[in-house]
């Protein structure tokens, strides 16, 4: 038998599926972890024949990784046959969460030190804005959010520039579920509103809170951009510092720790150490 790399493109789909990736990897788990990003893409729920257009791989080939899956618990069967991302998910999703908050910490004391201001790291789990990281400002007036709180989106700067790209019916459709209940009297309680304010963040490339998580709080927001997760950072602080000429100086500075960070993380994902070296 001639050696596989004579072979004409007729391998059989369970030789390509281990077969060493173009980048030195294992096909296999490049193509699993694929397809679990490409169901979190799609809600967490799908069909295998959507699974099969959406990554361009043969059924029998994602049969057998999602079965694989399945047996490991990452991957659940529903009753209808379709496939749901898995419980044993819930716990590497934690303790990632946990890293990305030490690792930003650096950067967020960066913020603190160069605004005065507490600085924040958030992100979108499910519904909600998670805080993941905190590094609090040196004023005796200061912000404080527990790491972990839980907020809904429509009331937060970070929860408007997370949501700021999502389509309009996705975001509609979950103010539907957690509805929009006013923490003060200046929170943005209609979708049409919500909306309208998310395209102002796109304009501007950041997002604002002005009193509408708490009053006598201002706070701004930024994405990290190509975080593995969706991301932002802020930095929040009384009413009276956090002014529109403040504002003026943060925003740039929000971009470029939020890039930095954005650098360290990808340093990290290929053997960095996490801190941009």
Sequence with gaps: MPPSAERKP??????????PAASGGVQSLERAFDLLERM???????????????SGLPLPTIH????????????????????????????????????????ARPYLARLVEETGE????AMLDGDEIVYVAQVPSRHSMRMFTEVGRRVLPHSTGVGKVLLAHTPEDQVRALLG??????????????PEGFLDALGHVREAG????????????????????????SAAISISGPA?????????????????????????LASSGNGGNGNGQ
Excluded at 118 to 121: I, L, R
Aim: proline share 5%.
């Design 240 to 264: 009276g510092r956090v002014t529109d000429a403040a504002t003026d100086k943060f925003v740039p500075l929000l971009h470029e720790v939020a890039a930095d960070l954005s650098a360290a």
């Design 64 to 103: 057998r990784l999602m079965r694989t899956l399945v047996s490991c618990g990452y991957v659940r069967q529903q009753p209808n046959r379709r496939y749901a991302l898995g419980p044993r998910l819930i716990r590497l999703g934690e303790s990632a969460s946990r890293l990305l908050g030490t690792w």
């Design 40 to 54: 979190a893409d799609a809600g967490g729920e799908v069909g295998l024949s959507e699974l099969s257009t959406a």
């Design 206 to 229: 950041y997002a604002t809170d002005d009193n509408e998580q708490e009053i006598g709080v201002r706070c701004i927001a930024v994405t990290v951009p190509d975080s593995p997760t």
């Design 118 to 121: 507490t600085a924040n790291m």
């Design 10 to 19: 007729t391998a059989s789909a369970a030789q390509a599926a281990t077969a």
């Design 177 to 190: 579920r957690t509805g929009m209940p006013a923490a003060t009297e200046k929170t943005i309680t209609t």
